[in-house]
């Protein structure tokens, strides 16, 4: 299994600034993905972050307001930028892991993020 | 891409009924397929998971059948408990994509 920490858990930020979010995970994993769940809603796919280059962004994403950091094969950076009242959901980092010959999808305890 | 189409909740049963939340998938391939549970105030868990045809996940009383004929992943418990009370979410993940695809979320409440 994979470990994961990500901060902060929450905040509470002034609309037009920007948040930055750690993830660090225990082991090294190829992939890595930044998720958001706004109030009541599925999750819904950011990017995938990769290492070494730069995100896979989903569409509906763009890299000006949500960049991405991978310097390595443990941690990874999402910066919510330009924050405005839309933006207030959970954060959630994810690492996929390869066990055997199967796969599992872990998650960090998630960042509560709400804009003023 | 893959997509889930899951039950729209909520969905309320009282304690020791019988739990099915239906999930379907469309896909090209053969995904591995799971359930993830979000707890009030918590963040996801795995459930339970397949990987291929005619798999059974298993965990905590929960089951899901990996059933290629009709593309589903339903979710059963023979009786539920208020413990259960929680969002289960079915997902899929497709290596070719390598990511992988969420439903909507069912939210079961569970009464005494």
């Known amino acids: 299994s994979a470990v994961i920490s990500q901060k902060p858990s929450r905040d509470i930020c002034q609309r037009g600034t920007s948040l930055t979010i750690q993830c660090q995970v225990d082991?090294?994993?190829?992939?890595m993905f930044w998720y958001r769940q706004q109030p009541g809603q599925s999750l819904t796919l950011i990017a995938t972050?990769?290492?070494?280059?730069?995100?896979?962004?989903e569409s509906g994403f763009v890299i000006d307001k949500f960049p991405i950091s991978r310097p390595n094969l443990t941690f990874s950076t999402l910066t919510v930028s330009n924050m405005s009242p839309e933006d207030s959901s959970i954060y959630l980092c994810?690492?996929?892991?390869?066990?055997?010959?199967?796969?599992?999808?872990?998650f960090g305890s998630g960042t509560q993020l709400s804009v003023l | 891409g893959d997509s889930v189409t899951q039950m729209e909740g909520p969905v309320t049963l009282s304690e020791e009924a019988f739990l099915t939340i239906n999930c379907t998938y469309t896909?090209?391939?053969?995904?591995?397929l799971f359930w993830y549970v979000q707890y009030p105030g918590e963040g996801l868990q795995l459930l339970l998971k397949?990987?291929?045809?005619?798999d059974k996940g298993s965990n905590k009383g929960f089951e899901a059948t990996y059933r290629k004929e009709t593309t589903s992943f339903h979710l059963e418990k023979g009786s539920v408990q208020v413990s259960d009370s929680a969002v289960y979410f079915c997902?899929?993940?497709?290596?070719?994509?390598?990511?992988?695809?969420f439903g909507i979320g069912t939210k079961l409440q569970v009464i005494p």
């Open positions: 997902a899929a993940y497709s290596g070719g994509y390598q990511k992988v695809t």
């Open positions: 896909a090209t391939g053969y995904p591995s």
């Open positions: 994810s690492v996929l892991a390869f066990t055997g010959r199967s796969e599992k999808l872990f």
């Open positions: 972050a990769n290492q070494g280059s730069e995100a896979t962004y």
């Open positions: 082991s090294q994993v190829t992939m």
């Open positions: 397949a990987t291929k045809a005619d």
